[in-house]
């Protein structure tokens, strides 16, 4: 008897769905993509920029700002800076315009405080967190009191109405951020979807949340790389 095939629901943004759906697709998983939210640019009102403040640090939070921050905000004075994303695929945004960056251990905020470049971070460093709105999580809450700390909100996230009826067959709902999975445990519920389906998180941050949503069956993965998604979703598998 053939082996059931696993649908992922994946509810990121593109073009990271795309990019793990490919990744999943090859490993034999059946994969939805369908976004809970979309990206909206928001218009420059950066007070660090009006006022000719260069950084010492930048740490991009997402593919999104990266981009945005190259087409908006990067200049020449910015190129003594260290550049730190949270993870492969929103460090090769910036290292395509070559850029020299760094990148944590795990792709997740908790990775971000536990790399060096974050924990030898001294008082008197400016640094900007380049995040989208609503992005201040545990890495801002530290860095407020350790430095001098800009968030760039560079977008927010809005949620469309899901249009893709295929999603209330999903086996496993995989999220990408704090906002993604509130968007998508929403979604769940009203397509009528039950409490006990299963979702894949990036961070320990966003699995506590889900006690919160009423749902049990959370795999923090510590991270969106291929690998972490795969020993996370085979958890799932095998449990």
Same mark, same amino acid.
């Not at 009203?190 to 409490?195: A, C, K, N, R």
């Given at each position: 008897?053939?082996?059931?095939?696993?649908?992922?629901?994946?509810? #990121?943004? %593109?073009?990271?769905?795309?990019?793990?759906?490919?990744?999943?697709?090859?490993?034999?998983?059946?994969?939805?993509?369908?976004?809970?939210?979309?990206?909206?640019?928001?218009?420059?009102?950066?007070?660090?920029?009006?006022?000719?403040?260069?950084? +010492?640090?930048?740490?991009?939070?997402?593919? !999104?700002?990266?981009?945005?921050?190259?087409?908006e905000v990067y200049c020449e004075a910015?190129?003594?800076?260290?550049? #730190?994303?949270?993870?492969? $695929?929103?460090?090769? /945004?910036?290292?395509?315009?070559?850029?020299?960056?760094? &990148?944590? &251990? !795990? *792709?997740? $905020?908790?990775?971000?405080?536990?790399?060096?470049?974050?924990?030898?971070?001294?008082?008197? &460093?400016?640094?900007?967190?380049?995040?989208?709105?609503?992005?201040?999580?545990?890495? !801002?809450? $530290?860095?407020?009191?350790?430095? !001098?700390?800009?968030?760039?909100?560079?977008?927010?996230?809005?949620?469309?109405?899901?249009?893709?009826?295929? /999603?209330?067959?999903?086996?496993?709902? #995989?999220?990408?951020?704090?906002?993604?999975? /509130?968007? *998508?445990?929403?979604?769940?519920?009203?397509?009528?979807?039950?409490?006990?389906?299963?979702?894949?998180?990036?961070? %320990?941050?966003?699995? +506590?949340?889900?006690? &919160?949503?009423?749902?049990?069956?959370?795999?923090?993965?510590?991270?969106?790389?291929?690998q972490s998604l795969l020993k996370a979703?085979?958890?799932?598998?095998?449990?």
């Amino acid at each position: 008897m053939a082996e059931t095939v696993t649908k992922v629901w994946i509810t #990121l943004t %593109q073009p990271g769905a795309s990019r793990i759906a490919a990744q999943l697709a090859s490993e034999g998983y059946e994969c939805i993509c369908e976004s809970v939210t979309e990206i909206q640019l928001l218009p420059l009102r950066l007070t660090p920029i009006t006022n000719n403040v260069v950084p +010492d640090l930048c740490i991009f939070l997402s593919q !999104h700002a990266a981009k945005q921050y190259l087409q908006e905000v990067y200049c020449e004075a910015h190129s003594a800076c260290k550049f #730190l994303a949270v993870g492969p $695929s929103t460090a090769k /945004v910036l290292r395509q315009s070559g850029l020299q960056v760094l &990148e944590p &251990e !795990h *792709a997740s $905020s908790e990775g971000l405080l536990a790399c060096a470049t974050v924990q030898n971070i001294k008082a008197g &460093e400016r640094v900007w967190l380049v995040c989208g709105e609503g992005g201040r999580d545990i890495l !801002h809450k $530290s860095l407020a009191k350790r430095c !001098h700390l800009s968030v760039l909100n560079l977008y927010r996230r809005i949620n469309p109405s899901i249009k893709n009826a295929r /999603v209330i067959d999903a086996d496993i709902i #995989l999220v990408g951020s704090y906002q993604g999975f /509130v968007a *998508a445990a929403k979604t769940w519920q009203e397509l009528g979807g039950s409490l006990s389906a299963s979702f894949v998180v990036p961070s %320990q941050r966003v699995a +506590d949340l889900s006690l &919160e949503l009423g749902f049990t069956r959370v795999v923090n993965a510590r991270g969106l790389d291929t690998q972490s998604l795969l020993k996370a979703l085979a958890r799932i598998k095998n449990a």
